[in-house]
Nanobody, 116 residues
Framework: QVRLVESGGGLVQPGGALRLSCAASGFTFNRYSMNWYRQAPGKERELVATVTLAGGSTNYAVSVKGRFTISRDNAKNTVYLQMNSLKPEDTAVYYC?????????WGQGTQVTVSS
């Protein structure tokens, strides 16, 4: 059974940093790309960042490029999202995602709130 469990969210002041983690199980982690999405209140879920199988390639939404870094540790079956220089508009629930065997799997989400 595929399972994705996010952690690391919280309340942070503008300009601060957080690191999100997503622990994966139930599939061969190093064979799949991993994604972070976010959904703010009243908005559609958006793709934030993607990392390929061995971490050799990453892609970012324009809104987070240069501030966020996605990485993975295949030995720990974990993907990370380092978020720096956070802005109030980064406030959202952040979800870990992967398409495994042709189906999208999601974690339960972790709340990130950027506010003074």
């Amino acid at each position: 059974q595929v399972r994705l469990v996010e952690s690391g969210g919280g309340l942070v002041q503008p300009g601060g940093a957080l690191r999100l983690s997503c622990a994966a199980s139930g599939f061969t982690f190093n064979r799949y790309s991993m994604n972070w999405y976010r959904q703010a209140p009243g908005k559609e879920r958006e793709l934030v960042a993607t990392v390929t199988l061995a971490g050799g390639s990453t892609n970012y939404a324009v809104s987070v490029k240069g501030r966020f870094t996605i990485s993975r540790d295949n030995a720990k079956n974990t993907v990370y999202l380092q978020m720096n220089s956070l802005k109030p508009e980064d406030t959202a629930v952040y979800y870990c995602n992967s398409r495994v065997w042709g189906r999208d799997y999601w974690g339960q989400g972790t709340q990130v709130t950027v506010s003074s």
